[in-house]
């Protein structure tokens, strides 16, 4: 809990890589625009550290994004 004040405290943009929770389990992506209380992002895919990027438009809720950011050892590959 204490992480997604942090997330919020943060300002999210356009171009940004997020990762969160879903309804259905775990989601990330990048960024594509930016609402009052939600993002639209192109969902990505992950293998091990690996994210590979779809066509895919979902919504995610701005509280519910628990990580900005890609971790050191993490790569985005875009098709």
């Known amino acids: 809990m204490e992480q997604n004040k942090k997330v919020m405290e ?3 943009k356009v171009g940004d890589f997020i990762s969160g929770q879903y309804r259905y389990g775990c989601i990330s992506g ?3 625009k930016v609402l009052k209380d939600k993002v639209v992002i192109k969902r990505c895919y992950q293998f091990y550290s ?6 895919e438009l979902v919504n995610v809720t701005k509280s519910r ?9 993490e790569i ?4």
Do not use: A, C
């Open 10 to 12: 943060q300002e999210i």
């Open 30 to 32: 990048v960024v594509q």
């Open 50 to 55: 690996k994210y590979t990027l779809t066509s």
């Open 65 to 73: 994004i628990s990580q900005v950011g890609l971790n050191d050892d």
């Open 76 to 79: 985005l590959v875009t098709e």
